[in-house]
Nanobody, 128 residues
């Protein structure tokens, strides 16, 4: 049974930083492309970043490029999102997702439909 736990979300002042974590079990974590997504109230789920199985390929949405950094530690079955220069518009519930199938690709997808979502998310609230 796959279990995913996101953590690290907090209330933070604009300009501040947070580091989110996503720890997975019940799957071969190192074989999966992973992604970070967020959903703000009244809005659809938004892709913000992804990383392939090895960490050699990463991609970011324009809204977070240059401020957020995705990384992974396959030995710890954990995905990270370092978020710097936070803005009030970053306020959302943040989720991690696993690719639908394990694949050692050299790319990652920006389509939310390409991922499974297992966890409850972690809330990030940025105030000005």
């Amino acid at each position: 049974q796959v279990q995913v736990v996101e953590s690290g979300g907090e209330l933070v002042q604009a300009g501040g930083s947070l580091r989110l974590s996503c720890t997975a079990s019940g799957l071969s974590f190192g074989a999966y492309t992973m992604g970070w997504f967020r959903r703000a109230p009244g809005k659809e789920r938004e892709w913000i970043s992804c990383i392939n199985w090895s960490g050699g390929s990463r991609a970011y949405a324009d809204s977070v490029k240059g401020r957020f950094t995705i990384s992974r530690d396959n030995a710890k079955n954990t995905l990270y999102l370092q978020m710097n220069s936070l803005k009030p518009e970053d306020t959302a519930m943040y989720y991690c997702g696993t690719d639908l199938k394990p694949a050692r690709n050299n790319y990652c997808s920006d389509s939310p439909a390409r991922y499974n979502y297992w966890g409850q998310g972690t809330q990030v609230t940025v105030y000005s």
